[in-house]
């Protein structure tokens, strides 16, 4: 089993930056990277971005590319998004994910091919 554990959400005003992360435990070592997703009002659960855990590698939603980073630090099991040029449209419940075992990279925007969810953190972007 992998717990996961969501910090850092709130509210924040259009322009600005928020730190999300994302504390892994269990039996995170078989997980081959982590994802993040999102889900704003009234629609479906969304991908925003992946890291590897052994190389770094990353991937990002076109709408989150340039303004979105994602970094991960092993030794404590955690990732995080850093989210800076925020926008209203934003605004979701955020959620990290993890899969069990390998998950090759064409498969990190899929929400299905997880196994793992944390609680969620809310972001609201105001403007």
């Known amino acids: 089993q992998v717990q996961l554990l969501e910090s850092g959400g709130g509210l924040v005003q259009a322009g600005g930056s928020l730190r999300l992360s994302c504390a892994a435990s269990?039996?995170?070592?078989?997980?081959?990277?982590m994802g993040w997703f999102r889900q704003r009002p009234g629609r479906e659960r969304e991908f925003v971005a992946a890291i590897s855990w052994s190389d770094g590698d990353t991937r990002f939603a076109g709408s989150v590319k340039g303004r979105f980073t994602i970094s991960r630090d092993n030794a404590k099991n955690t990732v995080y998004l850093q989210m800076n040029s925020l926008k209203p449209e934003d605004t979701a419940v955020y959620y990290c994910?993890?899969?069990?075992?390998?998950?090759?990279?064409?498969?990190?925007?899929?929400?299905?091919?997880?196994?793992?969810w944390g609680q969620g953190t809310q972001v609201t972007v105001s403007s």
């Open positions: 269990g039996r995170t070592f078989s997980s081959s990277n």
């Open positions: 994910a993890a899969p069990t075992g390998g998950l090759s990279s064409p498969w990190w925007s899929f929400a299905a091919r997880y196994d793992y």
